[in-house]
């Protein structure tokens, strides 16, 4: 008997069809361009909350510097220089102290931080020629119709190693300065005119400096809120903050506006050289827009504009 030992032969795997195939790809195209759509989505939504959150952060910005400028601005002693509906051009203290020596032709002020811990000197700025410092006059007598304060302009201004006395006359024995405050950097302003014979020690001083905020194009052409310092040249233009909607026009809405109240809430005229000494509040409008259109769930795809407002009483009215 004879038998057969060859193997069977093996059917070849059976592959794809080519319809099977198209279900496939057909299915996979739809998921994959589902997830591309939901991550495109998620893209978007972060750039423009981001590019919102950014926006609204300048606008904050804006009316952070502003208030903090104005409130210390005497109008009484005419700080007010001018002033328009996005510009204001004002004198902005950037150091305060008191004198604790008293020469013909200059102040000494006392260090930055005594051994007390009191703080009887704030700089903001170094001060610099030209600078303006108002020293507060008690005058000759006792009565207060004849204070106010005394206008100077810096010829120098540098710290001293000469600390202000022990007990100065005015003062009494328990002075402001101690023993420990020897050696402390004080500082020294020269100034043109003189220091009036009536100024006594412990009188404030105010150094001053003009600075201009405005809104105005930079090369890039946007808006922004611009600072210039005049000592008394006044530099160019610098951002501060921004972008923010163009200017468009007076009255309009445009990205920085400023009205003037007096203190009966009385809209001024400031370009009314007699009104500027009768602002008692200032109102700042500050408008911040989106660069691009922003795409958000329930919000129709545009350029988002954000509108802040503070109202700003000033301390020296009279």
């Known amino acids: 008997m004879h038998l057969n030992t060859a193997s069977p032969r093996r059917r070849a795997p059976r592959g794809f069809t080519l319809i099977e195939v198209l279900v496939v790809m057909v299915l996979l195209g739809v998921v994959v361009g589902g997830l591309v759509r939901v991550l495109a989505g998620q893209q978007r939504f972060y750039r423009s909350a981001s590019e919102l959150m950014d926006s609204r952060s300048q606008v904050r910005q804006a009316v952070f510097i502003l208030p903090a400028e104005l409130r210390g601005a005497s109008v009484a002693g005419g700080d007010f220089l001018a002033a328009s509906e996005t510009m204001i051009d004002?004198?902005?203290?950037?150091?305060?102290?008191v004198v604790c020596v008293a020469t013909a032709n200059s102040i000494t002020m006392p260090p930055a931080i005594l051994s007390s811990g009191a703080t009887l000197t704030a700089m903001r700025y170094s001060p610099a020629i030209n600078d303006i410092v108002a020293i507060y006059d008690d005058g000759p007598t006792t009565r207060a119709n004849d204070d106010g304060w005394s206008y100077h302009t810096t010829t120098q201004f540098a710290p001293t190693i000469a600390a202000c006395p022990i007990g100065v006359p005015g003062i009494g024995t328990n002075s402001y300065v101690r023993a420990a405050d020897i050696g402390q950097t004080a500082y020294v302003a020269s100034i043109n005119p003189g220091v009036p014979?009536?100024?006594?020690?412990?009188?404030?001083?105010?150094?001053?400096?003009?600075?201009?905020?405005?809104?105005?194009?930079?090369?890039?052409?946007?808006?922004?809120?611009?600072?210039?310092?005049?000592?008394?040249?006044?530099?160019?233009?610098?951002?501060?903050?921004?972008?923010?909607?163009?200017?468009?026009?007076?009255?309009?809405?445009?990205?920085?506006?400023?009205?003037?109240?007096?203190?009966?809430?009385?809209?001024?005229?400031?370009?009314?050289?007699?009104?500027?000494?009768?602002?008692?509040?200032?109102?700042?409008?500050?408008?911040?827009?989106?660069?691009?259109?922003?795409?958000?769930?329930?919000?129709?795809?545009?350029?988002?504009?954000?509108?802040?407002?503070?109202?700003?009483?000033?301390?020296?009215?009279?």
């Open 90 to 97: 004002f004198r902005s203290t950037i150091m305060s102290s």
């Open 197 to 318: 014979a009536t100024i006594a020690v412990g009188a404030p001083v105010r150094i001053l400096r003009r600075m201009i905020y405005s809104l105005y194009a930079a090369t890039d052409g946007q808006w922004y809120l611009g600072i210039q310092e005049c000592t008394p040249v006044c530099s160019a233009t610098q951002p501060v903050a921004g972008p923010y909607r163009p200017f468009e026009g007076q009255g309009r809405a445009n990205g920085l506006s400023f009205a003037y109240f007096d203190q009966n809430n009385n809209v001024l005229n400031p370009a009314n050289a007699a009104d500027l000494l009768r602002i008692a509040r200032v109102e700042i409008t500050v408008r911040g827009q989106t660069q691009s259109a922003i795409s958000l769930p329930g919000m129709a795809a545009e350029r988002k504009t954000d509108v802040l407002t503070v109202q700003v009483g000033l301390r020296n009215r009279t």
